[in-house]
């Protein structure tokens, strides 16, 4: 690079159209370089693409075949309880049983959740399992206020 400067010394413009030009091929092949790369990456989420699909297909079947299966599941025949003793929650315990509700003469209450295949419980569902299984469990009535019922305002 000096030996070519040395022969260019003498004559200011043609170094500055050498380096004019040195910028300009720097710019026409860092754009080259960009495109190549982005006509690259958007082959391989072409190909990507599909497998993501089906991915994202299989899961969501999964899902709904679980959430199927939680509610099909006090109708199948190796269930404890009565079904009409179930009530369905889904979140974040799939079923509360009221043990002789039908017969009202609720003598039980069991939170249930439905696992299939080999999966875990959730944290929130170990949390839950620990409280119940603690006795950290009451019951609380709730009552409305009369004004709200009446729709007094309260100016």
Excluded at 13 to 19: G, R, S, Y
Excluded at 32 to 55: A, E, F, S, T, Y
Aim: aromatic fraction near 10%; hydrophobic fraction near 40%; charged fraction near 25%.
């Amino acid at each position: 690079m000096i030996a070519i400067l040395e022969v260019f010394s003498g004559n200011k413009i043609t170094i500055v159209f050498l380096i004019i030009a040195l910028a300009a091929a720097f710019f026409v092949f860092y754009r080259i370089g960009h495109h190549v790369g982005k006509l690259q990456q958007d082959i391989k989420w072409k190909k990507r693409i599909p497998l993501l699909r089906d991915d994202a297909v299989k899961r969501s079947r999964a899902v709904l075949a679980g959430q199927f299966s939680e509610q099909l599941a006090p109708y199948l025949p190796d269930f404890r309880y009565s079904p009409k003793d179930c009530r369905f929650m889904g979140q974040p315990v799939d079923l509360i049983v009221f043990n002789g509700m039908n017969e009202k003469n609720i003598n039980e209450v069991i939170f249930i959740e439905i696992k299939s295949g080999s999966s875990q419980l959730s944290q929130q569902e170990k949390n839950l399992r620990d409280a119940v299984n603690s006795g950290r469990v009451r019951y609380e009535e709730y009552r409305i206020p009369d004004k709200l019922i009446s729709g007094e305002n309260e100016e």
